[in-house]
C-alpha cells in the first residue's frame, strides 16, 4: 500500500507568495535561513486544521518524503521516495490550485543501502532551485 502524506501551506494567499517571494533553497532566498522584514508582513503564524482557518489547500501525495519544499514564481519542488528507497522522485505542486503537477521518477535503485535510522527517509534532501534549473539528490 502506498503511504499518503499531506503536504499543507498554511499561508493565506500561497498563489502571492510564490510569486513575489520565491524561496529558492531550503535556506530561504538569501541561503542564510532569514526572511526580511517586508517579506514576513503577513506571514500568517496559526492555523486550524479542523476549521480550515489560513489553510490555502491540502493534497495528499502518493509517497513519502522529508525534504524542504522550494518554491519558484508558479509552483512548490521537493523529493519524495518509495518507503523501501528502491524509487525516488521530484514532485511539483502548483502553488495556487494545490494540484500535483509531476511526480517524475529520477532514480530506481533495487538495493538501496539502509538508512540506518528511524529518522529519515529516502528522501530527506532538499532541492535547490535557480533560473538555469532544478538540482537535486538522494545521497548523503
Not at 14 to 34: E, R, T, Y
Not at 55 to 60: D, E, F, H, S
Request: hydrophobic share 35%; aromatic share 10%; proline share 6%.
Amino acid at each position: 500500500m502506498i503511504l499518503m502524506r499531506f503536504l499543507i501551506f498554511f499561508l493565506l494567499t500561497l498563489s502571492c507568495v510564490c510569486a513575489d517571494f520565491p524561496w529558492p533553497d531550503k535556506s530561504g532566498p538569501n541561503k542564510d535561513g532569514h526572511v526580511g522584514a517586508a517579506h514576513v508582513k503577513g506571514v500568517v503564524t496559526s492555523w486550524d486544521e479542523a476549521s480550515g482557518k489560513h489553510i490555502a489547500w491540502k493534497t495528499a501525495l502518493p509517497e513519502e518524503g522529508h525534504s524542504t519544499p522550494v518554491i519558484d514564481t508558479t509552483s512548490l519542488w521537493f523529493t519524495s521516495a518509495s518507503k523501501d528507497g528502491t524509487k525516488q522522485y521530484v514532485d511539483v505542486v502548483d502553488c495556487k490550485t494545490g494540484e500535483l503537477i509531476h511526480h517524475h521518477l529520477v532514480f530506481e535503485n533495487e538495493d538501496p543501502e539502509p538508512l540506518g535510522n528511524g529518522v529519515n527517509n529516502y528522501a530527506a534532501p532538499s532541492c535547490v532551485i535557480d533560473n538555469t534549473g532544478l538540482y537535486v539528490h538522494f545521497g548523503t
